[in-house]
DNA sequence: CACCAGGCAAGTA
DNA sequence: TACTTGCATGGT
């Protein structure tokens, strides 16, 4: 790798400036975003964040006394409702449980034992867990999405068959251990990763196109391993 | 119309 | 262990 993720973060910066991650206005709303969004626009969360806010249910314990069923129709415009459903209550099934229903509580648990922790609850997968971890608990935790998985892999910055863990620790073996960076950098990924890195590339213009290999545009040899 | 979005777990061989 | 499939709505 000729350029360092250094200077990839400073070029999407400049180009795309802060993203103001994560759009929540508590670390309830962190956490509750972060299930919602598994494999979903953003947009279609918000819809579903606003029908709670509407309900005035953006709390831990107002959504954890709530019908489930009341749940599956007010975050059925996120998709996957009825999973969806039962991962934010095992979610707080831990919540209630292990802290006592104060989610402020559990982010203080250090780093590692949360981590282990979430990744205990059914629904809750690397990903997720990290962005808790980042966007709620404020951790130097990098989170690794699809967009950063296909970003990295286009440009040969690592190779094809490295998971999750790699690429994590990729991001954190070479820079700093600093919650805001991982902030900005991971949410300047995504932003670029949906405007240019999708499955049909736009790499012409791209911030990022000077960095291919060889010459020429962005074809992704194949998807995902 | 087909495709895909800020994943994850369960099922199959 | 390594693939494959289901989950669901809404925008392009």
């Known amino acids: 790798m000729t350029v360092t993720l250094d200077e ?3 070029q999407l910066y400049e180009d795309l400036g802060p993203q103001n991650w994560w759009p929540a206005e508590s ?25 709670l806010r509407q309900s005035e249910l953006l709390s831990a314990r107002a959504i954890y006394e709530l019908p489930p069923e009341e749940l599956e129709e007010l975050i059925r415009p996120a998709g996957y409702f009825r999973m969806k459903t039962r991962r934010i209550r095992n979610l707080l099934d831990y919540v209630f449980t292990q802290h006592e229903g104060s989610l402020s509580a559990m982010l203080k648990v250090d780093t590692e034992t949360l981590r282990e922790e979430l990744l205990q609850i059914n629904g809750i997968g690397p990903e997720t867990a990290d962005s808790i971890l980042l966007y709620a608990a ?35 073996t070479h820079l700093e251990a600093d919650a805001q960076l991982y902030n900005e950098f991971h949410a ?33 040899p194949e998807e995902e391993p």
């Open 8 to 10: 990839v973060y400073q």
């Open 27 to 51: 670390a309830f709303e962190v956490v509750l975003g972060a299930v919602l969004v598994q494999n979903t626009a953003w947009r279609n969360v918000e819809k579903a964040i606003e029908n």
């Open 138 to 172: 404020e951790r130097p935790v990098f989170v690794v999405d699809t967009y950063t998985n296909r970003i990295l892999k286009r440009h040969g910055w690592i190779e094809h068959e490295a998971d999750y863990a790699t690429i994590q620790a990729h991001f954190q």
């Open 188 to 220: 300047l990924l995504v932003r670029i990763g949906n405007l240019y890195c999708r499955k049909k590339p736009r790499c012409e213009e791209c911030p990022l196109v000077k960095w291919l290999p060889e010459d020429g545009i962005c074809t992704p």
